[in-house]
């Protein structure tokens, strides 16, 4: 106890440094690795000198305008709807019980990696989907399946379903989140009485209200989703066009060319990605900006009655349907993967068979075992990380900087296309031949921030007292670090623990690049299998990607009470 | 969120009712979470000690073999076995993908081989992959040891001297393909091989359908443009760069310029160029212009990967799909994937037909062992475990004459499989050769030039 | 201490404002917290006292129709006259002062009062809350952000808050709990004082006895439940 309790506080002391150069050299050393090739530095090609070809390429592709208009109104689109619905959630069932039973519907699917609810809203919205089944022939008329152009259409309507069903629920978690803050929840519930005790109907309270002071604590939250839906992948490509896709889509589809001079097209399109990101997120400020100056004025008209009635009806509606649509995706999913050979207007197959699971289940256990071991290691790396980071602040008295707690979300805020092609670069530099610790590390810059995001305010919030009264018994940090804190964040830890898995089982890009295909996890198998021949396999494996998750966090609930009640036998 | 602060709550509570059962609670709880990090940090460390460590080892193996280059098969044979190999290859497909495990078995008896497949979702990612090895001065410990390929990506490869050199003679199974008599063994998509890659298997695009939905299927590919106006929206074929797109994309080039003059038509099997590309490709657009608004979705939206097709057809949507391994249409049937009444045809008017190769990458950090892979994947018993219909269903490469009687009966088709592994026409249709891989570039360039953006 | 005379639009304050109580029994799952009948004339100050579980708060919430699951009530609500037990509560006209003032932080001084104000023109709102703002010693301090002010401010601007609403009836969830002494009893004068310039009836939820007296009223006082 001695020595750890001698290597504590300098290990404490060097854990933020170590954090932000986790973070900070990987995104900022691949985002060189990705700038230098595209001004037409790439020594493997024999191109050392440099030049704009890359840029004038890319200018010069066939639709590269409508490939950036797609990424662009997409994001823009699907954030804003994700955005409505939850505002419109929230003041529909703010005084209402069914808040709490749709936080506990819809928490679930925050969980669902990105891919799997892809194809599964993908299987939906199909011609010959569960959609169009449930209505043909009896409705419908249709013997074969219709010829629509869902998913996959021009217009990116179907990536705006996916995106706008995945990332509401992240908004309405993050919401409730604040509203469960002890003071803050109180004092704006109180606020919203105070407001119907004036007069105001509970829509327009919510709005007047709840609303200007909770939207500062959902910026941060709807920026990441902002960014990510503007240069995500996994979406785009199960949902998306392809004549063009989104431009992230075609990046990566560059970097894959089997034209090698691609690249240098491809990494300057990576240079207008970033671009492209930033516009979306200035979009939406100078959105926030002229919304917030129209609305201005309304706030304090005395107006208490905006049709709210009509509002509330309109939302349960929208509520209902989503409810639905999700519901059906799964239902959906789960019939494939147990399906026979399914005519097409069947509501149901012909047969119900398990050789879908037992034909993954043979190629399954390496991505398995592989899935869950990189998981695990990258959340130990945050957990231990983010913990230590945070005692490192209390040590010094003083939290992050500024700088340091924006630097923690940089890996969510920079498209991950971006910066992470450059990055298997750098890590062909230094240690191309340790595959499983690339992937880890590459993991480890998206699973830290959610990690960090989970423990922050539960590390913050522990009452002080309890430390000073250790201290005064004589205990060293380190012992109140370990036999204080620790245990009575259990709990939070757990949670951590799971979100962080959650985070790491859902990675496609990460894994598919550092991976460099040696390493394949449940996911981009089944990112592969999606665009693949079978519906059934592919199918089981995006329940799979559900179910990791799920027993995650079944385990984070489970494992805290079990402990605490062996003690309370004892 | 509100999960935190309940247990949160929960824990203070414990320590108002009871210091005396909290210390103790404090104490076991310590245990707990630090042996479940530490475990988590251990699983960490092991995974990645014990990555590193088998590189190590092979790190010091492997120097000397990449430095001689000619050396005879029982060194290569006492070399190579016991290490691992990456065999990059395509993984879409279950069936392949299975042989592929069996052949890893195989090998790791024989030679105590660990074959790993790295299921591609394109074999061009591969490629990437040794060009960033290359330019990151990777030239001895490339983490691709075997390639799957052909055409394009083998052009490629072999153009940025990706590819190790003149193996393949070495191979003592590669003599039973005959490479003498047989000069497709040496020649992928026109392009010599020189000895940078073996032969592995023959394909020939074959077309399916269900045959309660569609009695009559187009047998030519005039018929076929005339069936999908009769049948709008039930064939589509996927979007080049595609695989299964350019091999299409061939076919029709070839068949519609089979009326032209022999010099012209020979220039398909030449590098293509401004002239030859305004003699030949205008009766493909014109064709292409003709049929795209008759296909599946209106021709406004081409799949992205050919092994949708199979799916679609499973789903109804289309009734017309074609594959270039036809073996996957039985398989398919008996996993429910396609209706039990599918059958399968070749076009009368001509079959485009392949070879598909392995390939050892320049770097590779196991070359020989690499090599014994191939070896047995050209061995008989390979080869025609490979050619079942309900294995693979993969035509085999060998020359039967090479082969003892014995061997040969391994090759027999076996009988009790469904009829759509009964392949209709075969006889009757003409061999069509792949073009000039050059071709497949063009083609894939113009086309999405003139359909890649939907206007 | 200055007081605050009739607001702009405020047409008459007739004494015939009156809140009934009328036969309340007031349960959670089927067991009895407290019955309740009175009625409390414009001006009057009800004081209900009693420790906390006696059920204040369940009251509180059911006069403002906010009763959560688990409780049921049963009797009747009249505002002058009118029938209001199943009103929803931003149509009862019964306005509310909390312990805390619960000003909103996104509005400035003047917003948050502007907030509570019937729709009229911008003008008249200003002067209206400029006036009020005076009268309670808070002249100048409009666009002051609220978290800026003292705790006996902050209690004056939701006083106003409450008042410029225009409301029928008004509840006291012990008002000035928060306060120090001094502070306490000023405020206390001028909301009392207020109240009865304004004929409102009014509740008062509390545990402290000088502020029972002050309010002169009719004291009722509940037993702790079980």
Redesign the interface.
């Known amino acids: 106890m001695n020595t750890v309790a001698k290597l504590f506080n300098p290990i404490v002391r060097f854990s933020p440094f170590m954090m932000m150069a986790l973070l900070l050299i990987p995104v900022l050393g691949g985002l060189i690795g990705v700038i230098l090739p595209a001004f037409g530095w790439?020594?493997?090609?024999d191109q050392t000198h440099f030049s704009l070809n890359g840029f004038q390429q890319l200018w010069q592709t066939?639709?590269i305008g409508?490939m950036a208009l797609l990424s662009i109104t997409t994001s823009l689109v699907s954030t804003l709807l994700a955005f409505l619905i939850t505002i419109l959630i929230l003041a529909s069932y703010f005084?209402s019980?069914w808040l709490g039973y749709i936080q506990r519907l819809l928490g679930p699917i925050l969980v669902i990696p990105h891919a799997a609810a892809a194809i599964a809203i993908g299987f939906l919205i199909?011609?010959?989907g569960m959609l169009s089944r449930l209505v043909s022939p009896w409705l419908s008329g249709w013997d074969?399946?219709p010829?629509?152009?869902y998913p996959?259409?021009?217009m990116g309507l179907s990536i705006i379903l996916g995106v706008t069903l995945k990332e509401l629920p992240f908004l309405l978690?993050m919401a409730?989140?604040v509203l469960?803050q002890?003071d803050l929840g109180q004092?704006l519930r109180?606020?919203h009485?105070?407001?119907?005790?004036?007069?105001?109907?509970?829509m327009t309270?919510f709005f007047?209200?709840v609303l200007?002071?909770l939207y500062p604590h959902l910026r941060l939250p709807i920026l990441a989703v902002l960014a990510y839906a503007s240069a995500s992948v996994e979406i785009p490509l199960i949902l998306g066009?392809?004549?063009?896709p989104t431009l992230a889509v075609a990046i990566m589809q560059w970097?894959?060319?089997?034209?090698?001079s691609l690249?240098i097209k491809a990494s300057a399109g990576a240079i207008l990605q970033i671009q492209l990101t930033l516009f979306v997120l200035a979009c939406w400020w100078l959105l926030e900006r002229l919304v917030s100056q129209f609305a201005k004025p309304m706030?304090?008209?005395?107006?208490?009655e905006y049709g709210g009635a009509i509002i509330q009806k309109i939302t349960h509606v929208i509520t209902a349907l989503m409810l639905t649509i999700i519901g059906l995706a799964l239902v959906g999913m789960l019939l494939w993967s147990f399906?026979?050979?399914?005519?097409?207007p069947d509501a149901l197959p012909q047969?119900f068979?398990i050789?879908?699971w037992q034909?993954a289940s043979?190629?399954m256990h390496t991505p398995l075992i592989d899935t869950v071991?990189i998981a695990?290691?990258?959340?130990?790396?945050a957990?231990?990380l983010t913990l230590l980071t945070l005692e490192a602040e209390q040590h010094s008295g003083k939290s992050l900087s500024l700088l340091g707690s924006v630097l923690i979300y940089l890996p969510l805020l920079i498209p991950s296309i971006a910066f992470l092609f450059g990055l298997?670069?750098l890590l062909?530099?230094v240690n191309?031949?340790?595959?499983?610790?690339n992937v880890?590390l590459a993991h480890v810059l998206f699973v830290l921030p959610y990690v960090f995001l989970?423990l922050a305010?539960?590390y913050r919030?522990?009452?002080p007292r309890?430390s000073i009264v250790a201290a005064s018994l004589g205990a060293t940090k380190a012992k109140i670090f370990?036999?204080?804190k620790?245990?009575?964040?259990?709990?939070?830890?757990f949670?951590a623990c799971a979100l962080g898995l959650a985070i790491s089982f859902s990675q496609y890009l990460p894994t598919l690049l550092t991976g460099?295909?040696?390493i394949?996890t449940i996911t981009t198998?089944a990112?592969?299998?999606a665009?693949?021949?079978?519906?059934?396999?592919s199918a089981v494996y995006a329940l799979m990607q559900m179910i990791l998750p799920a027993l995650g966090f079944l385990l984070a609930?489970l494992l805290?009470k079990i402990?605490?009640k062996?003690?309370r036998q004892? | 969120?509100?999960?935190?602060?309940?247990?949160?709550a929960?824990?203070?509570w414990?320590?108002i009712v009871g210091t005396a059962?909290y210390s103790?609670?404090?104490?076991?709880?310590?245990v707990?979470?630090?042996g479940l990090?530490a475990l988590?940090?251990a699983?960490?460390l092991w995974?990645?000690i014990a990555?590193?460590s088998v590189?190590d080892v092979v790190d010091v193996v492997d120097k000397p073999v990449t430095q001689t280059s000619t050396s005879s098969w029982p060194e290569i044979q006492s070399r190579g076995a016991n290490q691992d190999v990456?065999f990059?290859a395509w993984?879409?497909?279950?069936q392949i993908?299975?042989y592929i495990q069996w052949a890893a078995k195989q090998v790791k008896q024989l030679y105590q081989i660990n074959l790993?497949h790295?299921?591609?979702?394109?074999t061009?990612?591969?490629?990437?992959?040794v060009?960033?090895?290359?330019?990151?001065n990777?030239d001895h410990?490339g983490?691709v040891d075997l390639v799957w390929i052909n055409g394009?990506?083998f052009a490629?490869m072999a153009k940025?001297q990706l590819l190790a050199p003149n193996w393949v003679d070495q191979l003592p199974n590669f003599s039973l393909t005959d490479p003498d008599n047989n000069p497709a063994m040496t020649r992928d998509f026109g392009v010599p091989t020189q000895g940078m890659e073996a032969p592995w298997g023959k394909a020939a695009l074959t077309f399916y359908y269900d045959s309660i939905?569609t009695t009559s299927p187009p047998q030519t590919l005039q018929q076929l443009s005339l069936w999908a106006k009769q049948h709008?929206?039930?064939f589509t074929y996927p979007?080049p760069?595609d695989f299964l797109a350019t091999s299409f994309l061939k076919y029709a080039l070839i068949v519609l310029n089979n009326s032209q003059p022999e010099a012209i038509k020979n220039l398909l099997y030449q590098p293509a160029t401004t002239q030859s590309q305004a003699l030949l490709l205008p009766v493909l657009w014109q064709y292409l212009d003709e049929l795209h608004p008759h296909l599946?979705?209106?021709g406004?939206?081409?799949?992205?990967?050919g092994?949708?097709?199979?799916?679609l057809i499973?789903?109804?949507?289309l009734a017309l799909a074609f594959t270039f391994s036809a073996a996957?249409i039985p398989a398919?049937v008996a996993?429910?994937?396609?209706?039990?009444s599918s059958r399968s045809y070749r076009m009368q008017d001509g079959s485009l037909s392949n070879i598909h190769f392995i390939t050892i990458p320049y770097n590779a950090a196991h070359r020989d062992s690499a090599k014994l892979v191939v070896n047995f994947l050209l061995s008989p018993q390979a080869q025609a475990h490979k050619q079942q219909a309900n294995v693979w269903g993969d035509t085999s490469v060998l020359a039967l004459s090479k082969l003892t009687a014995e061997q040969q009966a391994w090759f027999a088709p076996s009988k009790q499989s469904h009829p759509s592994a009964t392949i209709a026409n075969q006889a009757i249709s003409p061999a069509l050769s792949e073009p000039d891989p050059s071709w497949s570039?063009v083609i894939t360039a113009l086309w999405?030039?003139r359909?890649?953006?939907?206007q | 201490m200055q007081t605050f005379a009739s607001t702009a639009n405020r047409s008459n304050t007739t004494s015939t404002s009156e809140l009934t109580i009328d036969g309340l029994i007031l349960s959670r799952q089927q067991q009895h917290l407290l019955s309740l009948s009175a009625t409390i004339r414009g001006g009057e100050i009800l004081t209900i006292m009693g420790p906390s579980g006696s059920g204040k708060s369940t009251l509180l919430n059911w006069l403002?129709g906010?009763l959560p699951?688990g409780f049921s009530a049963e009797g009747q609500l009249h505002l002058n006259g009118q029938n209001i037990t199943t009103t929803?509560?931003?149509?009862?006209?019964?306005?509310?002062l909390?312990q805390?003032p619960?000003l909103?932080?996104?509005?400035s001084v003047?917003?948050n009062i502007?907030?509570?104000?019937?729709?009229?023109s911008k003008v008249q709102?200003q002067a209206a809350i400029s006036e009020a703002l005076t009268q309670v010693g808070l002249g100048g301090l409009e666009q002051r952000d609220p978290q800026s002010l003292s705790g006996g401010q902050q209690a004056r601007v939701a006083l106003l808050?409450?008042l410029l609403?225009q409301?029928k009836a008004i509840?006291l969830d012990e008002p000035f709990s928060k306060l120090d002494s001094q502070l306490r009893q000023e405020t206390r004068q001028l909301v009392f004082d207020q109240i009865r310039q304004h004929q409102l009836p009014a509740i008062m939820v509390t545990h402290d006895q000088t502020d029972a007296d002050a309010a002169e009223g009719k004291i009722i006082s509940l037993d702790k439940i079980n």
């Open positions: 790439i020594p493997a090609l066939p639709g409508h005084t019980p199909t011609p010959s074969a399946p010829d629509w152009l996959h259409d021009a978690l409730l989140g469960a002890p004092t109180a606020q009485k105070v407001a119907l005790s004036l007069g105001y109907c509970p309270a007047k209200v200007p002071s066009p392809n004549n063009p970097f894959h060319d089997v034209d090698l690249r706030l304090t008209n005395g107006e208490r399906a026979g050979f399914w005519h097409f047969q068979v050789l879908h034909a043979q190629q071991l695990l290691c990258a959340t130990a790396v957990i231990t298997v670069w062909e530099q191309s031949q340790h595959t499983f610790i880890v989970s305010s539960s919030r522990l009452d309890f370990f036999r204080i620790l245990p009575m964040l259990i709990g939070p830890i949670i460099g295909g040696r394949n198998e990112v592969s299998l665009n693949g021949g079978s519906r059934r396999i609930w805290p402990i605490v062996n003690h004892k | 969120m509100t999960g935190h602060l309940m247990l949160l929960n824990f203070r414990q320590h059962f103790n609670l404090i104490k076991s709880k310590v707990i979470s630090l990090s988590l940090l699983a960490g995974a990645g990555h590193a590189n990456y990059h993984g879409g497909d279950p993908n299975r790993h790295v299921k591609l979702t394109d061009s990612e591969a490629v990437s992959r060009l960033a090895e290359k330019s990151a990777n410990q983490q394009e990506n490629a940025h939905v709008p929206g039930r979007k760069p599946w979705r209106k406004r939206h081409f799949m992205s990967s092994m949708e097709l199979r799916r499973g789903d109804g949507e996957e398919a996993r429910f994937e396609l209706p039990d570039k999405l030039q359909y890649g953006v939907m | 403002t906010m699951a929803a509560s931003h149509l009862r006209h019964i306005g509310l909390y805390d619960l909103f932080p996104h509005l003047a917003g502007g907030f509570a104000m019937p729709p009229s709102r808050r409450v609403s409301p509840l």
